[in-house]
């Protein structure tokens, strides 16, 4: 029995045949494996020479010159990828969702991907959205950062977020990722024992992000970014419902789309809610697009859905037509 086999008859089995793609929040990424794909393959070639067009620079060349992982280059080129990785497997793969979802920073190309707005918008809008976060975190909330972990009891959790509130120090959660599985902004002088206690309840300490995200308080930014980029693109409707990282309600409208990119910035993101309504929508199969290290290989996605990978890894591979 082949992988397509096997995820109809998986299908079958939980009653569920709807597809979803899923666009990836941003994480580091290995420029001699993006940028590959940026050259190496046809499709992206074709992406990033409208993006090109859209940046008036060389997307790979800037990528290439580029040390820091959330450049402006680098997230216009995860973008990039992640939707050349989408067409790719729509051409390829069979991919030919019902819904979609992009967490984090994925609703950017959810938005360039369900034609809410053109490729070239939605890359001038992420290039802008990037300096108007590295202007804000250089002159605000600099002592913010954004730490993830696993493993913690919500219970013994919320004791020890009961011991930050009894100290006065200020924290969020920024993300609901699975049973147990968190993202926390805090202060950046309150890491240390936080990492500690968190090794003290048995929880496993992931990644710190700078810049952080996902916090109520950057509300500033949230008005920076509307002022500055998003409130003037003309959004149109959705080709298909987007699923909202931030509470599961499905999105059909352009202001709906607007609002879940600007939301984002201050409410939490909870995918667990977006996998409760992609399993009501009847989803049984995701089509993770992009570099991946957590969405599509957390418990909660790959214990509800069938989860195929489409990376640049996969795209590079030389493979047959398939269709489902």
Not at 11 to 26: D, L, N, Q, Y
Not at 161 to 178: F, K, M, N, P, R
Not at 286 to 306: H, K, M, P, Q, W
Request: glycine share 8%; hydrophobic share 40%.
């Amino acid at each position: 029995m082949n992988e397509m086999d096997k995820m109809n008859e998986s299908s079958e089995t939980t009653g569920r045949r709807g597809t979803a793609i899923v666009f990836p929040g941003m994480g580091p990424a290995s420029f001699a494996e993006s940028g590959r794909f940026m050259v190496g393959n046809a499709v992206a070639r074709r992406m990033v020479a409208v993006a090109d067009r859209a940046l008036g620079y060389s997307l790979v060349d800037r990528l290439g010159e580029s040390t820091d992982d959330y450049s402006e280059a680098a997230q216009v080129a995860f973008m990039v990828n992640c939707l050349a990785l989408a067409e790719w497997a729509g051409e390829t793969i069979g991919c030919a969702p019902d819904v979609c979802a992009g967490p984090s920073f994925g609703a950017k190309a959810a938005t360039a991907y369900t034609g809410s707005l053109p490729v070239a918008d939605a890359v001038r809008m992420t290039a802008r959205m990037a300096r108007c976060v590295a202007e804000y975190f250089r002159d605000e909330h600099s002592d913010v950062v954004t730490h993830s972990f696993t493993r913690a009891p919500e219970e013994t959790l919320r004791e020890l977020l009961d011991e930050l509130t009894a100290q006065g120090e200020w924290h969020e959660v920024s993300c609901y990722i699975d049973d147990g599985f968190y993202m926390l902004s805090l202060r950046e002088r309150n890491l240390d024992w936080l990492e500690r206690r968190l090794r003290n309840i048995g929880a496993l300490s992931l990644y710190t992000m700078r810049p952080p995200m996902h916090a109520s308080v950057f509300g500033p930014l949230r008005r920076k970014v509307e002022d500055e980029v998003v409130g003037a693109l003309d959004f149109t409707t959705p080709k298909l419902p987007v699923v909202s990282d931030q509470d599961g309600s499905v999105v059909t409208s352009a202001e709906g789309m607007r609002a879940l990119l600007l939301d984002g910035i201050v409410k939490p993101l909870r995918w667990t809610d977006v996998v409760a309504t992609m399993r009501d929508m009847g989803v049984a199969r995701v089509y993770v697009s992009g570099a991946d290290s957590l969405f599509g290989r957390v418990g909660i996605t790959t214990r509800n859905f069938e989860v195929v990978p489409v990376n640049p890894r996969l795209a590079m591979q030389p493979r047959r037509r398939v269709s489902t």
